[in-house]
Each structure stands twice: as structure tokens, then as C-alpha cells.
């Protein structure tokens, strides 16, 4: 570093050797907390296990084994991740039975799901509508409105695909017989109903019991209704089909569930106009049919198990029965080739 000093005589020249820093010189932001930060999170150990039973406009319902039911909010710890119905949670905070239900608890762990009911939207993005269910009863009506089988498929896409198992239930069976329409899933061997307005579903009930069931379909179809006289004190509201459209108006606006007597829950929905399966493999498909998923096996490459070549076709030969389960592998595959069930 050069300094320079003036004289009568002139500039005097000082060579000055630069000062050398050290960690000493930097400044630092004093810290906003005294308390040091730590990389352990808390782990909850009072925490008490939880169904989420609803969630309506971000609140959530949630539901303990002592039957208590409370409102609920994730906690921060938890991130983005959101719940759905059918989670099962871990709670701290929950309110005494005295206290108002608008004393939230805290959700600070969702626990593992072992499967989710999901579907695809326009926009390519997933929708998981609940988890940790056993069955997902596909309902439809024997007429008003009318059954669809695109409809039925891809519903059973979306069951087989994360392991659920499907139930067929056609309601309104008093007004036109479901036989035709049940027929082309003979073969799958799946668990049917046929239910009538003017009695109790006392098969389904007994089917149900002791398991997570959520019921799926189109508005109109009488899946409210259907609730109404499985679980007594469930008061939804029901509505009529428009005659001049053949299509029901929503009656739920969210999905709930509800405990049913004697262990075991039943899960609402509310009806679906579009259920888009672009998430779901055709490997997928083919695993919920284990005898012909072997056989697949030796198709040629990129086989659509629906043409010449197939390996399945030597496999069916003239046995009825696999006849019947390839024709309904094979219908199922349709159904993953268009985007969404209008």
C-alpha cells in the first residue's frame, strides 16, 4: 500500500506493507434466537392414533377409538403433505370431552397407506379421493340412470391397481332386472348385490362388516340413499334424477366416513362425472389377473394381449372359464385407451 505526504519540497513517498485479515475481521448477523437450532424433530410420543373421517373446506374431522370426534389441523413439521379420507393419523392435543370441538389438535404423522383410490384429472395430475380401504363398491343403477359399463371398468381399473377388491352393487333393482348388464363380469367372480328400494341390504351389511368400504358412482345412482339405511344415523341427503337428462345432482359435496355397527366403515362419495386412469399401468391391470398374467408373460414384445399372437389365446382353447376371464381381462384393457368416463 503506497501513502503519500507533502513538504515545501515536494511529495514524500512512504511504503506502507499491507495488513493481512483473519477469521477475527468478518462480521456476522448477531442470531434472532439464543437457543440452538437442532436436527432432531420432536417425536410425539403422546400421540393417539386417529381415522380422518371428512374434510370439508380444509377442515378436518377426525375420529378416535373412544368414538370422540374433534377438528384437527396438520402441523408444520408435516410439509406439504397432505391427508385424505381414510388416513390413518397420529394426533397430539385433542380436546377433553368438555371442551368446544373448535379446539384443534394437531396432526404430526400420517401414517403409511396401504393402498388409495386415485384418478387423474384433465390437467394429467393425480387425485388420491381416500386410502386404507378393502372394498370399493362400484354402484350402479338398473335404470335412471343408466348403467355403463365404461363406467364399471374403469372403476374396477382403479381397484385392481392398488389391490382393493371391487363389489359390484346395482341399486333400484325393483324397477328393471341387472342380470344383462352383470353378465359380461361373471367371469371375474367378483362379489354382487343386487339391491331393492323396498328392502334392506342386510347381504352387503353382513359382507361389509368389519371392513373400509367407499362406495363410487355417478350422481342419481342412490349411493346416499344406499347410506341411509346401512348406517341409521347418517342422514344424507338424497336427490332425484332429472328425467329429461337421465342424470342425478350432487347430494355430497365431500366424502365422509361413517362407523358402522358391529366394527367397520363405509365411506361416501360424492358422484363422479370424470374418473381418468393415465396414472395406472397396463401391467397393472394384467397383475389382478394372476392366471393370465402368467401366461403373458410369454406374449411377444409390446403384446395388446388383443391380437393373433397372443399367448392367450393358445392358453383359452375351448375351456369356457378362461374364455370368459381373457374376454374380461381384454374388456378391462379397452378401457384404459381413452382418458376419462363421461
Same mark, same amino acid.
Request: hydrophobic letters at 40%; aromatic letters at 4%; proline letters at 4%.
Given at each position: 500500500?503506497?501513502?503519500?505526504?507533502?513538504?515545501?519540497?515536494?511529495?514524500?513517498?512512504?511504503?506502507?506493507?499491507?495488513?493481512?485479515?483473519?477469521?477475527?475481521?468478518?462480521?456476522?448477523?448477531?442470531?434472532?434466537?439464543?437457543?440452538?437450532?437442532?436436527?432432531?424433530?420432536?417425536?410425539?410420543?403422546?400421540?393417539?392414533?386417529?381415522?380422518?373421517?371428512?374434510?370439508?373446506?380444509?377442515?378436518?374431522?377426525?375420529?378416535?377409538?373412544?368414538?370422540?370426534?374433534?377438528?384437527?389441523?396438520?402441523?408444520?413439521?408435516?410439509?406439504?403433505?397432505?391427508?385424505?379420507?381414510?388416513?390413518?393419523?397420529?394426533?397430539?392435543?385433542?380436546?377433553?370431552?368438555?371442551?368446544?370441538?373448535?379446539?384443534?389438535?394437531?396432526?404430526?404423522?400420517? @401414517?403409511?397407506?396401504?393402498?388409495?383410490?386415485?384418478?387423474?384429472?384433465?390437467?394429467?395430475?393425480?387425485?388420491?379421493?381416500?386410502?386404507?380401504?378393502?372394498?370399493?363398491?362400484?354402484?350402479?343403477?338398473?335404470?335412471?340412470?343408466?348403467?355403463?359399463?365404461?363406467?364399471?371398468?374403469?372403476?374396477?381399473?382403479?381397484?385392481?391397481?392398488?389391490?382393493?377388491?371391487?363389489?359390484?352393487?346395482?341399486?333400484?333393482?325393483?324397477?328393471?332386472?341387472?342380470?344383462?348388464?352383470?353378465?359380461?363380469?361373471?367371469?371375474?367372480?367378483?362379489?354382487?348385490?343386487?339391491?331393492?328400494?323396498?328392502?334392506?341390504?342386510?347381504?352387503?351389511?353382513?359382507?361389509?362388516? #368389519?371392513?373400509?368400504?367407499?362406495?363410487?358412482?355417478?350422481?342419481?345412482?342412490?349411493?346416499?340413499?344406499?347410506?341411509?339405511?346401512?348406517?341409521?344415523?347418517?342422514?344424507?341427503?338424497?336427490?332425484?334424477?332429472?328425467?329429461?337428462?337421465?342424470?342425478?345432482?350432487?347430494?355430497?359435496?365431500?366424502?365422509?366416513?361413517?362407523?358402522?355397527?358391529?366394527?367397520?366403515?363405509?365411506?361416501?362419495?360424492? #358422484?363422479?362425472?370424470?374418473?381418468?386412469?393415465?396414472?395406472?399401468?397396463?401391467?397393472?391391470?394384467?397383475?389382478?389377473?394372476?392366471?393370465?398374467?402368467?401366461?403373458?408373460?410369454?406374449?411377444?414384445?409390446?403384446?395388446?394381449?388383443?391380437?393373433?399372437?397372443?399367448?392367450?389365446?393358445?392358453?383359452?382353447?375351448?375351456?369356457?372359464?378362461?374364455?370368459?376371464?381373457?374376454?374380461?381381462?381384454?374388456?378391462?384393457?379397452?378401457?384404459? @385407451?381413452?382418458?376419462?368416463?363421461?
Amino acid at each position: 500500500m503506497v501513502d503519500a505526504t507533502y513538504t515545501d519540497s515536494g511529495p514524500t513517498i512512504v511504503m506502507r506493507k499491507q495488513r493481512e485479515y483473519d477469521e477475527d475481521d468478518i462480521r456476522t448477523r448477531p442470531s434472532r434466537s439464543t437457543k440452538p437450532r437442532s436436527k432432531d424433530r420432536p417425536q410425539f410420543a403422546d400421540a393417539l392414533a386417529a381415522r380422518v373421517i371428512t374434510i370439508d373446506r380444509g377442515r378436518v374431522t377426525c375420529a378416535i377409538d373412544d368414538g370422540r370426534e374433534f377438528f384437527a389441523i396438520t402441523a408444520r413439521e408435516l410439509g406439504r403433505r397432505s391427508v385424505v379420507v381414510g388416513d390413518l393419523v397420529a394426533v397430539v392435543g385433542i380436546p377433553e370431552a368438555n371442551q368446544a370441538r373448535e379446539d384443534f389438535a394437531r396432526i404430526v404423522r400420517i @401414517e403409511e397407506r396401504k393402498n388409495s383410490l386415485r384418478r387423474s384429472a384433465d390437467d394429467g395430475s393425480e387425485r388420491v379421493l381416500v386410502a386404507n380401504v378393502d372394498y370399493l363398491a362400484i354402484v350402479s343403477a338398473t335404470s335412471n340412470p343408466e348403467p355403463k359399463h365404461g363406467f364399471v371398468n374403469r372403476a374396477l381399473v382403479a381397484a385392481f391397481a392398488e389391490g382393493i377388491t371391487p363389489i359390484l352393487v346395482m341399486t333400484k333393482s325393483d324397477l328393471a332386472s341387472g342380470d344383462e348388464f352383470l353378465e359380461i363380469y361373471k367371469a371375474m367372480n367378483l362379489p354382487t348385490f343386487q339391491l331393492r328400494k323396498d328392502r334392506m341390504p342386510s347381504d352387503l351389511i353382513e359382507f361389509i362388516r #368389519g371392513k373400509v368400504t367407499v362406495l363410487i358412482g355417478h350422481s342419481g345412482v342412490g349411493k346416499s340413499t344406499l347410506i341411509n339405511k346401512i348406517v341409521k344415523e347418517a342422514e344424507r341427503q338424497t336427490g332425484e334424477v332429472n328425467e329429461a337428462t337421465g342424470k342425478g345432482r350432487h347430494t355430497s359435496s365431500s366424502a365422509v366416513a361413517l362407523e358402522l355397527e358391529g366394527e367397520g366403515w363405509i365411506i361416501d362419495t360424492p #358422484g363422479v362425472r370424470s374418473f381418468g386412469l393415465s396414472h395406472i399401468a397396463k401391467d397393472d391391470v394384467i397383475a389382478a389377473f394372476p392366471d393370465c398374467a402368467e401366461i403373458a408373460t410369454r406374449c411377444p414384445k409390446n403384446c395388446s394381449h388383443n391380437e393373433s399372437e397372443c399367448a392367450l389365446n393358445a392358453w383359452v382353447g375351448d375351456d369356457v372359464g378362461r374364455q370368459g376371464r381373457v374376454a374380461a381381462l381384454r374388456q378391462i384393457l379397452a378401457s384404459l @385407451e381413452s382418458i376419462s368416463i363421461k
